[in-house]
């Protein structure tokens, strides 16, 4: 027959197994007293419980020690939740602690701290989850009793402070058996209302004080699950300051009470008229700042921009321009002087030589008209022609009635003719030009 052999951590993980899988040993409350405590520097709690004779291992973690005002110390009766497992290291049983008690506390706050504790280890109540409020909501949801001092109050706080707000009201009843569905129920609406007809920026689920028998129906788990759920962000003002439900630690934000609920939730309209005004001043003056600011600069630039501004330059370069313009003006006049002078002389050489000077000194020309040559010989012409004499003042039409030599001789064929006479028509008869001596002038 064989015999079956296991390792020691075979055993040991079997044995965590049974225990983990085990649900009764997941959720326990242990009564007993504390022995043997000890604190570790990462701030852990180890301490074991005792009864009578018997005495169970306990672990008590850091990070479930922050709700616990209770001081621990050895000797001191309690009521422990948590679950027991395995220790494979050392191959114990140990109690893994999540949350204490004094000793003597009821059954009621017993159930309320099992749930809180195991919404708690689902996350439901984890920080990062939480959603922030809207500064200046435009309409907030509100669920609670319709026939309580708590709507009026509510409606008051707010109207006082910010009455530019819409308010919302889903009634439901807030204590008894069924007043955790009906709240449940409102808050299902109000949600249907936030998605399908006007957005909600917020839901206010309130209730005045009571006993905690009262306040019984805000530590039930179906409304704790419909908070979680909800789409828009819910603020529990549930109670007196120091009451804490269970929908306090699952809401985006608690209240210590409906009236400051709506303190905490709304604006005061009087501070955002004084925030408006502080706002405005501060722009006006960040404004007038930045503009002084810009206008230093601006003359700081300017006068940089005159200093290297090419207008000096333009200016100098002007003015030497208007120089070299005078210069050339007295240059060109100094020239055109000259110039003057130089025409004016030779204008007076031109008129010395002019042919019309030695005729006002009682010469003439005799021209061919018919030509306007110049008759340079006696041969050019012929008894009989017409000739044209040109004097000072005009010219004169003649006919040739004769010719003679330079000594008064005849033409080579031997007609006898008489000396050239040049008549002037209206002016009696004038020696036009110089005639070689011995040559007749008939009157």
């Excluded at 920080?127 to 409020?133: F, M, Q």
Aim: aromatic residues 6%; proline residues 5%.
């Amino acid at each position: 027959m064989s015999v079956q052999v296991y390792e020691v951590g075979q055993v040991t993980d079997y044995i965590k197994q049974l225990l983990e899988y085990d649900e009764a040993m997941g959720d326990l409350w242990i009564h007993g007293e504390i022995t043997s405590l000890s604190r570790s520097p990462s701030g852990h709690i180890y301490f074991s419980l005792k009864d009578g004779q018997t005495q169970l291992k306990c672990a008590f973690f850091k990070s479930s020690q922050r709700r616990i005002a209770l001081d621990l110390r050895n000797g001191l009766s309690i009521l422990a939740h948590g679950r027991v497992s395995f220790y494979e290291s050392q191959g114990s049983l140990q109690f893994y602690v999540d949350t204490v008690q004094p000793e003597g506390v009821g059954q009621l706050y017993l159930e309320f701290e099992a749930l809180r504790a195991r919404l708690e280890a689902e996350g439901l109540f984890a920080p990062e989850r939480k959603r922030p409020l809207p500064t200046y909501p435009v309409r907030i949801g509100l669920v609670t009793s319709i026939t309580g001092a708590v709507v009026h109050d509510f409606l008051t706080v707010v109207g006082r402070r910010y009455p530019l707000v819409e308010i919302v009201l889903c009634p439901s009843s807030v204590q008894g058996d069924g007043a955790p569905a009906e709240m449940a129920a409102s808050l299902a609406a109000l949600n249907r209302c936030h998605q399908e007809l006007r957005p909600l920026d917020l839901i206010v689920v309130a209730r005045g004080g009571g006993s905690m028998e009262d306040l019984a129906s805000f530590n039930n788990e179906g409304l704790a699950r419909a908070i979680f759920a909800s789409g828009v962000p819910v603020v529990s003002a549930v109670g007196h300051e120091t009451d804490y439900t269970i929908a306090d630690f699952v809401a985006d934000l608690r209240a210590p009470t409906p009236s400051a609920a709506a303190e905490m939730v709304t604006p005061n309209l009087n501070e955002c008229r004084m925030q408006l005004a502080n706002l405005r001043s501060r722009l006006i003056r960040q404004m007038q700042d930045r503009l002084d600011s810009h206008r230093t600069i601006l003359e700081r630039m300017a006068t940089r921009m005159e200093r290297y501004s090419p207008s000096a330059e333009i200016e100098d370069r002007r003015r030497g321009i208007e120089e070299l313009i005078g210069r050339a003006h007295q240059s060109l006049a100094h020239r055109l002087r000259i110039n003057r002078e130089q025409l004016n002389g030779s204008v007076l050489r031109l008129e010395a030589l002019s042919p019309l000077r030695i005729l006002e000194r009682g010469y003439c020309l005799c021209l061919d008209p018919a030509t306007g040559r110049l008759v340079r010989s006696r041969l050019d012409v012929e008894e009989g022609d017409g000739i044209q004499l040109r004097v000072a003042d005009g010219r004169i039409d003649s006919v040739v009635v004769g010719t003679r030599g330079p000594n008064g001789e005849r033409p080579e064929n031997g007609r006898q003719q008489p000396a050239t006479l040049i008549q002037f028509p209206g002016l009696g008869t004038r020696r036009p030009a110089r005639l070689p001596a011995g040559t007749e002038v008939q009157e």
